[in-house]
């Protein structure tokens, strides 16, 4: 062990863990090293200041657990401490693990006490108290792991890499420091001898960022099951179906070019019952329709009543492909995303940079929807009421509804369909009093196409029936209640309409895969963390009571601690947790476009194979730092096109009814028309 260990560290690890040349047999999980003393009557050595924390970890000596040998099944026996010490990367220094060696006295066979077969045996708990994720060379600390998992940008491996070294080298610093001051003062003292000091040890690096990535997707792996079970045990009565192609460019390997779609079902408070690669839409979505559908049957839950989609919503003559394709539910009703219904008629518009394409689009909005009458008069009183304490002299309805903005709209009004007729009616006349000259600019340009618009609208009259809400389907859930200042009670409303949840879910969905590329495997483990946290974080979002006060992702730690809670109390320790039912088999991201393409993903964990592609990490894979800006040449809109994010239009965050249009503008513009104005008044 010797060969393994500092050598600051070997003698007081020594003396901690034998006695007599025997290993101590009361041991502790773990050991903190001697401290410098507070003060020297002679040259202090650097042993004490450069000394790291030690981990035991021997579950067969320290709980005198039984863990017996999976190929004969028979008992394992101590066979004595591992030779081998590890290295361990912390937040800002690294700590020492040594461990033990089982054996199996029957098949000769030997085992540690930190591989996967010995800690499976153990308790959940116990199980948790081994927090390292082991490499092939290093070991990590589960807390540096943790800074990865919430995939935000500029939350890259990069980033991390770079804040380790910064914490490593500052506290390795501060502890040169503490020694060379103790020495300064012998050497600056009386002194018959020259005072000769002893250079400090070598510090020891931080490992690369493509390291961090690689640790991280081991870390992934060993919650695999899990993830899987929570995804698969998702359901709702309002679904969204919708496809893009941001992330497909990012998959690497011999995966590389398969993938031209990625299609995502969600629910109704935006969560992702799954999500997979194809090769193509239509009938390459058969499998995951299905697998959806068994799902419900399985579990026993109502089938959902509502499913909104960009295309497919209908057919003049017999059942869609849509129809067809969810046949186990009759009952469903399928609607067209009225975000994609206004977005074809605006493409009949000649750009829409034009001055008159907000006060279009915002007049399409009121032709489609109306206010709840009820919730705009309780809102217009609590505006009023806010207006005359703050002295605003001569209140007028013009003035209270100027001052009444979109947010407080959306969160506190309900809107509805106006119809069929009604809506055909009210979208003619706009086309009518926008087209020909009345919709020219200053500079002579119309807003219209005529006989583009002409054609687009006589193609999708007959898709306003598909845009319109379903009689007795509730669209909007009651998430809290607002009490002004005056005492008016306001209630906050969530919608469910449409698709702009998965919309945003897609905006999002660059963030979840690190870099510019990835292979099979470490794509897949992304694409599931990421999936796993945004449908808690929606979960937790759509819950109209208290929050739980622990923030975290790990359902198994959770679930173990109700189980015994209910034991011991009769209660639930987190209340808000339900468990995840059994994964239901169903393929989900790469996994769904290997069993396409005849190339099957085979992830065993612990085999060299699937360490070789977990630390297969792309050049790409590894984001570039920024570069100072500060002494760099060039123009500010070189700078912001190179270095600034680009976001794809008609992207929002969840809870919004519908995403913004060309150049981010809502589809009720960006006048006040969305409001509380009629389409009369155009």
């Known amino acids: 062990m010797s060969k393994t260990l500092p050598l600051q560290d070997q003698r007081w690890i020594a003396n901690t863990l034998f006695h007599s040349g025997k290993l101590r047999p009361d041991l502790k999980l773990w050991y903190e090293p001697p401290v410098p003393a507070l003060i020297y009557h002679q040259t202090p050595t650097p042993d004490r200041f450069f000394t790291h924390r030690l981990m035991v970890w021997m579950p067969y000596h320290l709980w005198k657990v039984r863990v017996f040998c999976p190929d004969c099944g028979k008992q394992l026996t101590g066979y004595g401490v591992h030779k081998r010490s590890r290295k361990v990367l912390d937040i800002d220094r690294y700590y020492l693990m040594v461990t033990e060696t089982l054996r199996c006295t029957v098949c000769s066979s030997n085992y540690l006490s930190t591989s996967q077969t010995v800690r499976n045996q153990l308790d959940l708990p116990h199980q948790k108290m081994f927090r390292l994720i082991l490499t092939r060379k290093y070991a990590c600390d589960i807390r540096v792991i943790r800074l990865l998992r919430d995939r935000t940008l500029g939350n890259s491996p990069a980033r991390l890499a770079k804040q380790l070294k910064e914490n490593h080298g500052e506290e390795w610093l501060n502890r040169v420091a503490h020694y060379f001051g103790e020495c300064a003062e012998f050497v600056d003292g009386p002194n018959l001898l020259p005072v000769v000091c002893q250079q400090p040890p070598k510090h020891i690096d931080v490992p690369t960022s493509r390291w961090l990535l690689s640790v991280y997707g081991m870390d992934i792996l060993t919650r695999l099951d899990h993830i899987k079970a929570s995804i698969t045990s998702t359901f709702g009565s309002i679904l969204k179906m919708d496809s893009t192609k941001k992330i497909t460019k990012k998959l690497a390997g011999h995966g590389r070019g398969t993938a031209q779609w990625v299609t995502s079902i969600g629910n109704e408070v935006g969560q992702i019952l799954n999500s997979v690669l194809t090769v193509q839409e239509g009938p390459g979505l058969d499998s995951m329709v299905s697998g959806v559908m068994e799902r419900y049957r399985q579990a026993d839950v109502p089938p959902p009543v509502l499913l909104y989609v960009d295309c497919g919503c209908c057919k003049s003559e017999g059942p869609s492909k849509l129809q067809t394709r969810f046949a186990a539910w009759p009952d469903l009703h399928i609607r067209l995303d009225i975000w994609h219904f206004m977005r074809r008629l605006a493409v009949g518009c000649t750009t829409d940079a034009h001055t008159l394409y907000p006060a279009f689009m915002g007049s399409l909005s009121a032709c489609i929807f109306e206010w709840d009458a009820g919730d705009l008069t309780l ?208 393929l989900i991201g790469v996994d769904y476009l290997l069993s396409q393409t005849g190339q099957p993903l085979n992830v065993i964990p612990g085999s060299e194979e699937t360490d070789n592609m977990l630390e297969d990490v792309d050049e790409g894979e590894e984001e570039e730092e920024e570069e100072d800006e500060g002494f760099q040449e060039g123009c500010g809109s070189c700078m912001h096109a190179r270095n600034g994010q680009s976001r794809e239009p008609g992207r929002v965050s969840v809870g919004a009814e519908e995403p913004a249009l060309h150049g981010h503008r809502k589809p009720d513009g960006e006048q006040h028309c969305c409001s509380v104005a009629e389409p009369d008044g155009l």
Request: charge should be positive; aromatic fraction near 8%.
């Open 379 to 586: 809102l217009r009183q609590a505006k009023r009421e806010q207006l005359r304490q703050e002295g605003v002299p001569g209140i007028t309805d013009r003035m209270v509804d100027m001052r009444i903005g979109k947010k407080e709209l959306s969160r506190y009004c309900r809107r509805r369909t106006r119809g069929e007729e009604a809506t055909i009616k009210l979208i003619e006349q706009v086309l009518q009093t926008l087209g020909g000259a009345n919709g020219r600019d200053l500079m002579g340009v119309p807003l219209l196409d005529d006989v583009r618009m002409e054609h687009i609208w006589r193609v999708q009259k007959h898709h306003v029936r598909c845009i319109q809400d379903v009689p007795g389907v509730r669209l909007y859930a009651v998430v809290g209640t607002t009490t002004t200042k005056c005492g008016i009670i306001l209630t906050k409303y969530r919608c469910a309409r449409g698709s702009t949840s998965l919309e945003s879910f897609h905006c999002h969905l660059n963030r979840f895969i690190p870099g510019t590329s990835a292979n099979a495997l470490n794509f897949q483990l992304y694409l599931l963390e990421g999936l796993n946290r945004w449908n808690q974080d929606r979960g937790t979002a759509a819950v109209t009571s208290t929050p739980s006060a622990y923030l975290t992702y790990s359902g198994d730690v959770t679930q173990s601690i109700n189980n015994n809670a209910l034991k011991l109390f009769g209660q639930a320790f987190v209340p808000t947790f339900r468990a995840p039912s059994q994964y239901t088999g169903e």
